[in-house]
């Protein structure tokens, strides 16, 4: 699991914002960069893959040139019957996996030793598990694949993963050929995807994880409550990075829906939102695994879609097939996890909205954390604007787990989050809108500030009679 947020220290070699103590991980990988001046140096480009064990039958190649994906990035590895890569091998492990769930497994990596690359990056194994047998070259879930993955590689946004390069590797099982009743002319049949005993997909991507949002809303939650004293100094700087992550987080899924990547409700989760080394916020991936899993299956898979943050007019006979989010539905998914966002900063646990909500909802079953929804919770007669009282009322709360600085901005962002969350998908706003009501958290002490990239997009988004000079600093004024 991903170790907890250590306390920032100032970032040495460049001036601008601070970064995580990573001890000395990061130090044999040349100087660290943000995400921001990953794409503005054109780092991923460097990538070479060696010239070892390359595929190069066509049944296998083709596939990958069919997707558009770039055949130099991403190696089809053939073993001849050898024993398969061991992952993260080829590519090197430093520390701890950063997460594991179910079929997919995330390492901190470096290139492999014949590939010459100086920064940290990030490895997703995806184990190709399909339902009638196992995915060859010429699969659905392959070809799908191999398309989610050039889609992925052309996203390029600063408060997104940028995808370095991808690998599959293989082997053949000679056994299973023999298992086959033994009968000649039906082994001749035999495609080549009937005899792969195994296959996976490794993903490699820039920025490793330092967290994600869920620990690291606990932990500021721990920070403010918490017995810790050593703690305690995390507070400003937490809540404050956190204040900023609302705008960030709106242009980057601004950007992920424009992309036309097909975004799932599962896909809206507070695991997804991963925190770099600088403490800036970083979509994970979306869309790779999606397509080895097998929701017909009987037990428990229907637990896996759902997740708290479904729209309000998902119709739920359809969760274990589920469609891609409506941009209405996407504007209450993320309004979902900024309420969550919200009542951390206020000094309450990340899942006291649900716990209130469950309580005071008519629907049964909320209790079970699996079962959870907000919509049942809303729809059941729990009163958003009931658990707007508790958050208001902490004003007045005296207790050390409320940041005074805090209270005044965050208690301003609740009407547009009740109105991200209207149970009417037309009531609520447009995704492209959201930005400017959660401006005025940049600005708050210890906060990394207004985000360049963020504030340029939008303000380059803006048609030009709506630009209020005088809101902008002076560097912005051109636009
Ligand atoms: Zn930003």
């Given at each position: 699991?991903?170790?907890?947020?250590?306390?920032?220290?100032?970032?040495?070699?460049?001036?601008?914002?601070?970064?995580?103590?990573?001890?000395?991980?990061?130090?044999?990988?040349?100087?660290?960069?943000?995400?921001?001046?990953?794409?503005?140096?054109?780092?991923?480009?460097?990538?070479?893959?060696?010239?070892?064990?390359?595929?190069?039958?066509?049944?296998?190649?083709?596939?990958?040139?069919?997707?558009?994906?770039?055949?130099?990035?991403?190696?089809?590895?053939?073993?001849?019957?050898?024993?398969?890569?061991?992952?993260?091998?080829?590519?090197?492990?430093?520390?701890?996996?950063?997460?594991?769930?179910?079929?997919?497994?995330?390492?901190?990596?470096?290139?492999?030793?014949?590939?010459?690359?100086?920064?940290?990056?990030?490895?997703?194994?995806?184990?190709?598990?399909?339902?009638?047998?196992?995915?060859?070259?010429?699969?659905?879930?392959?070809?799908?694949?191999?398309?989610?993955?050039?889609?992925?590689?052309?996203?390029?946004?600063?408060?997104?993963?940028?995808?370095?390069?991808?690998?599959?590797?293989?082997?053949?099982?000679?056994?299973?050929?023999?298992?086959?009743?033994?009968?000649?002319?039906?082994?001749?049949?035999?495609?080549?995807?009937?005899?792969?005993?195994?296959?996976?997909?490794?993903?490699?991507?820039?920025?490793?994880?330092?967290?994600?949002?869920?620990?690291?809303?606990?932990?500021?939650?721990?920070?403010?409550?918490?017995?810790?004293?050593?703690?305690?100094?995390?507070?400003?700087?937490?809540?404050?990075?956190?204040?900023?992550?609302?705008?960030?987080?709106?242009?980057?899924?601004?950007?992920?829906?424009?992309?036309?990547?097909?975004?799932?409700?599962?896909?809206?989760?507070?695991?997804?939102?991963?925190?770099?080394?600088?403490?800036?916020?970083?979509?994970?991936?979306?869309?790779?695994?999606?397509?080895?899993?097998?929701?017909?299956?009987?037990?428990?898979?229907?637990?896996?879609?759902?997740?708290?943050?479904?729209?309000?007019?998902?119709?739920?006979?359809?969760?274990?097939?589920?469609?891609?989010?409506?941009?209405?539905?996407?504007?209450?998914?993320?309004?979902?996890?900024?309420?969550?966002?919200?009542?951390?900063?206020?000094?309450?646990?990340?899942?006291n909205p649900?716990?209130w909500l469950g309580l005071h909802s008519?629907?049964?079953?909320?209790?079970?954390?699996?079962?959870?929804?907000?919509?049942?919770a809303l729809?059941g007669g729990a009163k958003l604007e009931d658990y707007f009282q508790v958050l208001r009322a902490?004003?007045?709360?005296?207790?050390?787990?409320?940041?005074?600085?805090?209270?005044?901005?965050?208690?301003?962002?609740l009407?547009?989050?009740g109105?991200?969350l209207?149970?009417?998908?037309?009531?609520?706003?447009?995704?492209?809108?959201?930005?400017?009501?959660?401006?005025?958290?940049?600005?708050?002490?210890?906060?990394?500030?207004?985000?360049?990239?963020?504030?340029?997009?939008?303000?380059?988004?803006?048609?030009?009679?709506?630009?209020?000079?005088?809101?902008?600093?002076?560097?912005?004024?051109?636009?």
């Amino acid at each position: 699991m991903m170790s907890a947020p250590k306390r920032p220290q100032d970032r040495v070699l460049t001036a601008g914002p601070i970064f995580w103590e990573c001890g000395s991980v990061d130090s044999v990988n040349g100087q660290p960069v943000t995400l921001k001046e990953f794409l503005e140096l054109h780092d991923r480009d460097k990538f070479e893959w060696d010239s070892a064990g390359w595929e190069t039958e066509h049944a296998w190649v083709e596939p990958v040139r069919q997707a558009g994906l770039n055949l130099a990035t991403h190696k089809v590895f053939h073993h001849r019957g050898q024993e398969y890569l061991r992952p993260p091998f080829p590519f090197l492990q430093v520390g701890e996996a950063l997460g594991d769930s179910g079929s997919t497994i995330t390492y901190r990596v470096k290139a492999p030793v014949d590939v010459t690359y100086p920064r940290p990056l990030a490895l997703k194994v995806i184990v190709c598990r399909s339902h009638d047998r196992p995915p060859g070259p010429d699969s659905t879930a392959r070809r799908s694949t191999l398309q989610a993955l050039s889609k992925l590689s052309g996203i390029q946004h600063p408060h997104v993963v940028v995808y370095v390069a991808s690998f599959e590797d293989y082997c053949l099982s000679t056994r299973q050929i023999r298992q086959r009743r033994g009968r000649k002319q039906e082994i001749s049949t035999l495609s080549t995807s009937q005899v792969i005993k195994k296959h996976i997909f490794g993903v490699v991507v820039y920025p490793p994880a330092h967290t994600n949002l869920q620990v690291f809303l606990e932990d500021f939650h721990d920070s403010q409550t918490g017995e810790d004293s050593t703690r305690k100094s995390d507070n400003t700087w937490m809540g404050a990075y956190l204040c900023s992550y609302f705008g960030c987080l709106t242009r980057a899924m601004l950007y992920l829906w424009n992309s036309g990547i097909g975004i799932q409700s599962s896909d809206i989760n507070l695991r997804k939102i991963l925190i770099d080394d600088y403490g800036l916020p970083v979509i994970g991936t979306i869309g790779l695994t999606r397509h080895f899993e097998t929701p017909t299956e009987p037990a428990g898979r229907l637990t896996k879609y759902k997740t708290p943050y479904i729209p309000a007019e998902t119709d739920e006979s359809s969760m274990d097939h589920p469609d891609s989010l409506t941009l209405p539905g996407l504007v209450y998914s993320l309004g979902c996890t900024f309420f969550e966002m919200t009542s951390v900063l206020l000094g309450l646990p990340r899942d006291n909205p649900r716990e209130w909500l469950g309580l005071h909802s008519h629907n049964a079953g909320l209790e079970e954390p699996h079962w959870f929804t907000y919509r049942s919770a809303l729809a059941g007669g729990a009163k958003l604007e009931d658990y707007f009282q508790v958050l208001r009322a902490r004003q007045s709360n005296t207790d050390k787990s409320v940041m005074p600085k805090l209270i005044e901005p965050v208690l301003k962002i609740l009407p547009i989050i009740g109105e991200m969350l209207e149970v009417k998908p037309e009531k609520r706003p447009h995704l492209k809108d959201l930005y400017p009501s959660f401006r005025h958290l940049y600005d708050l002490p210890e906060s990394p500030g207004r985000c360049e990239s963020c504030e340029e997009e939008w303000l380059q988004s803006r048609p030009r009679q709506e630009t209020d000079m005088s809101e902008e600093r002076p560097k912005q004024t051109k636009v």
